[in-house]
């Protein structure tokens, strides 16, 4: 049974950081690209970023291009993301997904396994 446990959530000032991760079990994790997307109240979910199965590849979105690292641990099957220099409008609920797929893609109907979420507060 694949699950994908999400951690590292939680409420921070404007301006402030956090970690978020997330855990692996169930497949041969270092196939899979990963993704991260978060989805406010009454929005869509959207992306935030992914990596490919090596870690050799990433891509982000837009709006979190320079404040946001995607980062992956094959040995420990883990996939972590920092964020650094938080907006209020970065406040959603955050998940992580899997794909079978070596390119770091943006659409979320690609992603075959979804985690549980873990909700992040910017307050201003």
């Known amino acids: 049974q694949v699950q994908l446990v999400e951690s590292g959530g939680g409420l921070v000032q404007a301006g402030g950081s956090l970690r978020l991760s997330c855990a692996a079990s169930?497949?041969?994790?270092?196939?899979?690209?990963v993704g991260w997307f978060r989805q406010a109240p009454e929005k869509e979910r959207n992306f935030v970023a992914a990596i490919n199965w090596s870690g050799a590849l990433t891509s982000y979105a837009d709006s979190v291009k320079g404040r946001v690292t995607i980062s992956r641990d094959n040995a420990k099957n883990t996939v972590n993301l920092q964020m650094n220099s938080l907006k209020p409008e970065d406040t959603g609920f955050y998940y992580c997904?899997?794909?079978?797929?070596?390119?770091?893609?943006?659409?979320?109907?690609?992603?075959?396994?979804w985690g549980q979420g873990t909700q992040v507060t910017v307050s201003s």
């Open positions: 169930g497949l041969t994790f270092s196939s899979y690209t």
């Open positions: 997904a899997a794909r079978a797929g070596s390119h770091p893609k943006s659409e979320s109907s690609l992603y075959y396994y």
